[in-house]
């Protein structure tokens, strides 16, 4: 099944001018931004990480996990996998495009499949539309938006990972 075939959707002129190197370097500086808001909202209203969430035995454990490992298996299961799904349902049952839905339901159960704290889950969910529409918007140029997403994720996940090491 091809998703360029299932996607017609026009994005607003300044995004499809951008070079795809560009946007993945936005995207990345967006989502990081973000995160940098939510970290001091969590901060200031007292929402704390469960340390029995994310227990690691070495930092070179919790690096494979969090920078290889994840974006790999988070790609395939949100963007690859659920994008692709409802992409395909909405031409089938709804005999149109509808990628707006392939970008938020997603997004929704990536939010829920972090379930740090409640300011985490938003935070995620936000962080998500982002990257499914960068994945749609890469498909739709028919670039392998797969890998780009993976890149994107695990530079993501890097540098918070860096930033995490260094406090």
């Known amino acids: 099944m091809s998703t360029k075939r ?26 990081l931004i973000l995160s940098s808001v939510f970290a001091i909202l969590r901060q200031k209203y007292g929402y704390s990480m469960d340390p029995k969430m994310l227990n690691f035995d070495s930092v ?23 994008i692709t799904l409802m992409l395909f349902l909405a031409q089938r049952f709804f005999k149109r495009d509808l990628a707006a839905f392939a970008i938020i339901l997603p997004a929704i159960c990536f939010g829920f499949s972090h379930t740090y704290n409640n300011l985490y889950v938003l935070n995620t969910f936000l962080a998500a539309l982002m990257i499914n529409y960068f994945y749609i918007l890469v498909k739709s140029r028919n670039q392998n938006a797969f890998i780009l997403t993976v890149i994107l994720h695990a530079l993501y996940n890097f540098s918070v990972f860096g930033l995490k090491q260094m406090a």
Do not use: D, G, H
Not at 10 to 25: D, G, M, V
Not at 60 to 74: R, S
């Open 6 to 31: 299932l996607i017609s959707f026009e994005p607003p002129s300044f995004i499809q001018r951008l070079n795809t190197f560009k946007l993945l370097l936005i995207v990345l500086l967006a989502n």
């Open 60 to 82: 070179l454990e919790e690096f494979i996990v969090v920078v290889v490992v994840a974006p790999v298996f988070e790609t395939v299961v949100f963007q690859y996998f659920m």
